[in-house]
């Protein structure tokens, strides 16, 4: 302490000069508590950094609540914190203020914010040395391309942010390279390689990979020919996962009797299922299915 007094006697020319050593000097305090999972001490300081100026002050508060880390959960004063950090240039920060905004999470939800302060943070992104927290942050850039919520609907640059974040580890991106490669949209087609990402995330237990995963060894691509009960394997554990993509798949398979005995019963559980994501190919399924069985039960009876 006595050397500290010292040093700030010797170079506080000015009261602002002062001003910025407390502000340092209560940041690294609170900083230091917060890795040492003294919060309440942490919070203390961290909040008189925030209101001090201090950037990182304000990230590690917008943690705080998000996490509740020695305070309640609220998502609000999260995004308060982060905001203040993101406006002052924080690239961390841009990124869960625009995470925020897909999400609406502590504040309306907002594709047009999300992807100005995704952008913002993706700027900033180190290319030499990406993160996992960046790799997150281009699943979602790509995300907004693929469905044109906040941007105009790119394919290609949805692809190209795909690959990123596959690159960085992300399964769910790793998920959606290989659905563009499958596909040929936003990209060359090429299902050998489409196989490979697709592995590396149904490897993660990422739902979409495991049900790409059963498509291409369903219709063959990449490296395998066409094999029924792997496919129905991947199917069944994406389903379990809740993908409407594999119910929908299984549905069909019980209905038709393909690779599966004909199940009534299972192909309706199925269908059921996968419209309970309200997407349109599988509600129309299982209205259609609904119907079908219908009319075959009023010709029974007749």
């Not at 917008?62 to 690239?91: C, H, I, P, R």
């Not at 990124?95 to 502590?106: C, D, I, L, N, T």
């Not at 959606?176 to 060359?188: D, E, P």
Request: charge should be neutral; include cysteine.
């Amino acid at each position: 302490f006595t050397h500290f007094f010292i040093f700030i006697t010797l170079f506080s020319l000015t009261g602002c000069q002062n001003e910025d050593n407390k502000e340092l000097t209560d940041e690294k305090a609170g900083i230091e508590y917060y890795k040492k999972g003294d919060y309440e001490k942490s919070l203390s300081f961290l909040k008189k950094a925030a209101d001090s100026g201090s950037i990182k002050a304000s990230r590690y508060l917008g943690k705080m609540y998000q996490y509740g880390k020695g305070v309640d959960k609220d998502y609000t004063l999260s995004f308060k914190w982060y905001l203040n950090a993101a406006e002052k240039g924080d690239k961390e920060s841009s990124g869960m203020v625009g995470a925020s905004y897909y999400f609406g999470q502590g504040i309306k939800q907002d594709y047009k914010e999300s992807f100005r302060w995704l952008l913002k943070a993706s700027e900033k992104i180190d290319e030499k040395k990406p993160t996992e927290r960046d790799g997150k942050l281009m699943f979602l850039m790509a995300n907004l391309y693929f469905t044109g919520k906040g941007t105009l609907q790119d394919f290609s640059e949805s692809a190209k942010w795909s690959r990123r974040a596959a690159e960085l580890g992300n399964a769910e991106s790793q998920a959606m390279l290989a659905f563009f490669l499958y596909s040929g949209q936003g990209i060359l087609q090429n299902r050998t390689e489409a196989r490979i990402w697709a592995a590396k995330s149904a490897e993660q237990g990422d739902s979409l990979g495991q049900v790409i995963m059963g498509i291409l060894y369903q219709y063959g691509g990449g490296t395998d020919e066409p094999d029924m009960n792997k496919a129905i394997d991947w199917y069944e554990k994406s389903a379990e996962n809740g993908n409407p993509i594999a119910q929908y798949q299984l549905a069909t398979l019980y209905e038709n009797g393909n690779g599966l005995p004909k199940d009534l019963q299972k192909a309706k559980y199925y269908y059921e299922q996968s419209a309970k994501s309200q997407s349109e190919i599988p509600v129309k399924a299982y209205l259609e299915f609904e119907a079908k069985q219908k009319r075959q039960n009023q010709i029974l009876r007749e």
